[in-house]
Every structure is written in C-alpha cells, then in structure tokens.
C-alpha cells in the first residue's frame, strides 16, 4: 500500500479527470493482486483517502481503552486539548510524522481554527447554484503547505496544500464539520473535518450532513461501472423507504473495524456506491458493503456503521 497511487494529486483538476486517473491506477495495481480487489478500495472519490497510504500524513483511528489519552504522534494544531471523555470510538487528529518531505505528494487540505480539514469526495453538488449554499467569508487561505513543510507552518490559521483561494462557511452546516471554496474554473471544494471526534453512532456523523428529513432523491453505481470510471448513476426508487434507512443509519454502531483477524475486511464483501441527493444539491456519498455495513467515504482505514440488516438489506437489495 505505500507504493499506491504516489504520483496522484499532482494538481487540483477537473473532477471527472481526477476520478478518471485515480480508477485507472487502482485497476492497474488490482491486476498484480492475487485476492479479489475488492478489498483495496479505500474511500470512492476522497482524495484523502485514496492518497493516504502514499502521503508522509496519516490519521489514525485509536479506540481509548484506559491508554493515555493524546499518545502517539504529534498534531497537525492543537484543537484545543486531548480527548479526556467520550464513547465509541476517537478519531484521532491528523499527524505528521517525522521526517517529512521525500517527495511524497501533498493532499489537499486547509487549516482551520486549528483543525485540519481534507477535500471531501468529489460528486459534491446536484442542480444547485453554488451561490445558494456559499456561507460567510472565512478568509483567504495562505498556500503555504507542501510536502516539506514543518510542524510551525501548520500553526498559521487558514494554511492549506491549495494555494491562495477564498474560504467561506457553508449555508446549513456548522463550520466545524465543513467549509468550502469556489473558483471560477475549479468549481466548489468541499473540506470536511472528521478527525479529532468521538464518533458512536452514526448520527454524530451522519447528523453534521442533515441527512434526516432532506434527502430528495437516491441513486448508486454498480460496482463495475464504478470500477470502470463510469459515471452511468441509476435512479433508485426506495423513497418511500429513504426515512426508516436514515433513521437506522442513525442508530448504526461505529466499529473501528468489523474483524480485526481479518485484514480483507470489509472490502472483500460486495459493495456498491450508494448516493443520498439532498434538498440542497449536497450529496451524501457513502458504500455499502453486505451484511449490513456503511462506510462514510471521508473516513480513512476500515472503520464501518453497522446497521440493522433487515432495513440495510430493503435498500442494498436494490441496488443489486
């Protein structure tokens, strides 16, 4: 996995030409795999997450079991102290490790009110004017990061991998889970912070996207045409079964992973790209796996929801 996807992120492009070259490099390394490839999917479309394992940054997800609270590594910012409370499972801040700057490719993010915030999935906006949902100005960020970068240039409020653009809040979600750019050319940028959290449940994730009571239209891919860089997205008609699948997606248990023996899992199970189009244009992209497991596509590693089968599998049955 180090090896992977190392020469992506050269620039900030085209979203469709981004998804394209990223689909291309992971089914050229699934060829040499011997195992079903299923399993190396890391987040459809997260630049974060499909560049993790190459980047000198990682983020960890630590379940605190009576260990130190904070151990292990050194944040980005200081958001305001270590996790002293909480249940389930924290997501610990994002780190940089010692000894950066090899080479490795910078993922874009921005520092903001000393958190660190990574570009969301891509497919972010539907029949919205983007002018709708841009928030307050926050500021300009300051383009100062790269690959060499110390842990002081971190410190600088609004620091980002991006260069020199506007940064405003967006319309009906709180600017501590989300923030967005928009560029004439590049279109909106979604940066979403989902580090430095407790997380038990679905709804202290799902609830920052106001998913309950919002969503307008469903759709998903068949893997293969997602696995093929198609962007062929079929209706789903579940509506009237969209409120109870959010409500148990609310309840669903956070599980940092489903088998920890199992390194396969989950992306050895089935799965397909399921996307919840909300009454603003945002969209909640998510993956589903057999069995009952949700994957959020901004969240790194294995970690899962795991949802009352019954209500998952009226939708995921669907899609099939």
């Known amino acids: 996995m180090d090896k992977r996807y190392k020469e992506m992120n050269e620039k900030i492009g085209p979203d469709d030409e981004l998804v394209r070259k ?35 940054f990682t983020v960890t997800i630590k379940l605190f079991q009576g260990e130190e609270p904070g151990k292990g590594g050194v944040p980005v910012a200081n958001n305001g102290g270590t ?19 090899s080479g490795a490719k910078m993922m874009p993010l921005i520092v903001y009110k000393g958190r660190v915030y990574i570009m969301a999935n891509y497919r972010n906006l539907e029949g919205t004017d983007p002018e709708s949902i841009r928030g307050e100005l926050i500021g300009r ?3 100062n990061l790269d690959e060499w970068s110390k842990q002081d240039d971190y410190a600088v409020n609004l620091a980002s991998s991006i260069g020199e653009t506007d940064v405003y809040t967006v319309k009906g979600y709180s600017d501590d889970f989300r923030i967005m750019t928009m560029e004439e050319g590049v279109g909106v940028r979604f940066f979403e912070c989902v580090n ?16 309950r009571g919002n969503v307008e239209k469903v759709e998903y891919q068949l893997f293969a045409d997602w696995d093929t860089g ?21 309840q669903a248990e956070f599980l940092e992973t489903i088998d920890a023996k199992n390194p396969d899992l989950p992306y050895s199970l089935n ?17 589903l796996f057999e069995g009952g497991y949700v994957k ?5 590693g294995e970690a899962v929801f795991k949802m009352d089968l019954q209500v998952f599998n009226s939708v995921y049955e669907e899609m099939k």
């Open 22 to 56: 990223t689909k291309e490099r992971m089914r050229e390394e699934m060829k040499m795999e011997t195992k079903t490839p299923v399993r190396n999917w890391t987040g459809f479309r997260t630049i974060a997450a499909v560049l993790v394992a190459a980047l000198l």
């Open 83 to 101: 996790p002293t409370e909480g249940k389930g499972v924290f997501l610990d801040k994002v780190e940089l490790p010692e000894g950066s700057g």
């Open 141 to 143: 960020t300051k383009g």
């Open 196 to 211: 430095g959290i407790w997380v038990a449940n679905g709804e202290e994730l799902f609830g920052k996207m106001k998913i």
């Open 230 to 250: 198609q962007n062929n997205y079929k209706d789903l008609d579940v509506m009237d079964k969209v409120d109870g699948f959010v409500d148990a997606l609310y």
């Open 271 to 287: 799965h397909a790209p399921l996307y919840l189009i909300l009454k603003d244009g945002t969209i909640a992209e998510m993956m």
């Open 296 to 300: 959020y596509v901004g969240l790194f």
